[in-house]
Nanobody, 127 residues
């Protein structure tokens, strides 16, 4: 059974940084694109970033470009999201998910294209 577990969330002041991790169990991430998504209270889940299975292609939402960096370590079966210059509007539950099939593509950040969702990790940006 495919299972993803997020960690690394917390409370941080505006301008601060956090690094989220997405660890897989029960399967290898090697052949899957991995996406990070977030959902703020009262809002729909939105795509933040994704990385292709090889790590050669990445994609970011306009709202996080230049501040967030996605990376992966297939040897550790883990994907990371480095978040810098955090803003209060980044406050949300952050989820990672795997592409629905083997793919080395990461062209879209659509919820419907991903599955095996983790339970999420809370990120709160507040002074």
């Amino acid at each position: 059974q495919l299972q993803l577990v997020e960690s690394g969330g917390g409370l941080v002041q505006p301008g601060g940084s956090l690094r989220l991790s997405c660890a897989a169990s029960g399967f290898t991430l090697d052949y899957y694109a991995i996406g990070w998504f977030r959902q703020a209270p009262g809002k729909e889940r939105e795509g933040v970033s994704c990385i292709s299975s090889s790590g050669g292609s990445t994609n970011y939402a306009d709202s996080v470009k230049g501040r967030f960096t996605i990376s992966r370590d297939n040897a550790k079966n883990t994907v990371y999201l480095q978040m810098n210059s955090l803003k209060p509007e980044d406050t949300a539950i952050y989820y990672c998910a795997a592409s629905l099939g083997y793919t080395d593509s990461c062209t879209g950040l659509y919820v419907a294209d991903f599955g095996s969702w983790g339970q999420g990790t809370q990120v709160t940006v507040s002074s």
